[in-house]
């Protein structure tokens, strides 16, 4: 199996991965358990932070695509589009084409980003030609005179996000006397500090797919914040039950969506954590066509691959996605390159001993994370909700 996109390394979790903290520990001893997402991000780029809140920016080609809000005949020369950010990339001197009839226009002013109207001139190639309201029109290029002067300069900014480190704790004791008591099925304290910790791992997978960004109380010495998950934080949401039959995709449905969707930005290759339901809709698309390919402990977790000609889908069955009842028709497709963990310098996941009062009899311990999730990009990802069956 060839590297996963995003994650370092080269091979599994064996014996020559070394843990760093508690956290790759368990990621390393159950990958299929119940943090699948956390057994890949712990293979990621994870960085340090040193603020509760954490920024990155995001930057990306702009489509430079227009759509005309009104009907114009061939000789009108001020033409309405809708406004889009769109209009401050047509200066005087560039081309514009109407995709659905070929003509080829060009601006003989700069366009006013506030006005939903650009001035051209029609019809380069001499042929009579009408826009109709909806034509889809693109920039398409520049053409200078000879000696003319440079064009008007364009710029585009990237746009800023920022997401919240969250605390995780979950603590555990054990009274004195049990400490002290021989008990049959071994160490009372050991097997409660397995518990827990596979508890917080579990607390923070969950946190990763259904947290929403906030802040509680902060302008206080103590405010609140909950890191923002995938659900709540990817923008690409495809929801099968405002599909023509509801709740259905179809295997032609699913191969668009594909094309034009999953893998319209980012990496060809991305990982899809889906529910049993969808787990099912997928093999049966499989044994028709795909031929799906079993990905044995690939970095410790399990995938079964799905090749097309738009991508390949790396399709993780989600332990925890069996036990939420919303999340059985799901599929949550990531990109790994463009997502990262982020934990606040110092605190990542750690055992913490000996957290009891002076006069309590007993041992009392905590496991103790402040992390968060981060987006590098959002359109690379996609949720898909709903999808209950193909037929």
Known sequence: MPAILGLRGTGEFDQHFRP???????????????????ALLAMTGSESTDDPQYHNFRDEMPERRLAASAAAAAGVTAVSVTITDTLAFCVKGALLVNTVTGEVMQLTADANPAVGTVNVTRNISGTNFAIANGDEIIVAGYAAAEGDKSPSPISFDPTRVFNY???????FAVTETLKHTRLRLGDKEQENAAKALKMHMSDIERAMFFGKKHIVNPSTATPTRYTGGLLSSIGTQVDA???????RITEEEFDNLLIKTVFAYGSNQKVAFVGATVAAQLQAMAKDRWQPEQVSGAYGVKFTKYSTFAGDLLVHLHPQFRQIR???????IVDFPYLKYRYMDGRDTQLLKDRQGNDEDLKKHEYLTECGLELLQDKVHTVIRNWQKRV
Not at 20 to 38: D, I, K, S
Not at 165 to 171: E, G, P
């Open 20 to 38: 760093q903290n508690y956290r790759e520990a368990f990621t390393m001893l159950e990958p299929n358990g119940t943090a699948p997402l956390n």
């Open 165 to 171: 480190t969250q605390i995780f704790r979950t603590s």
């Open 241 to 247: 039950a405002t599909n023509t039959v509801p709740n």
């Open 326 to 332: 919303e999340m059985d028709d799901c599929m949550v």
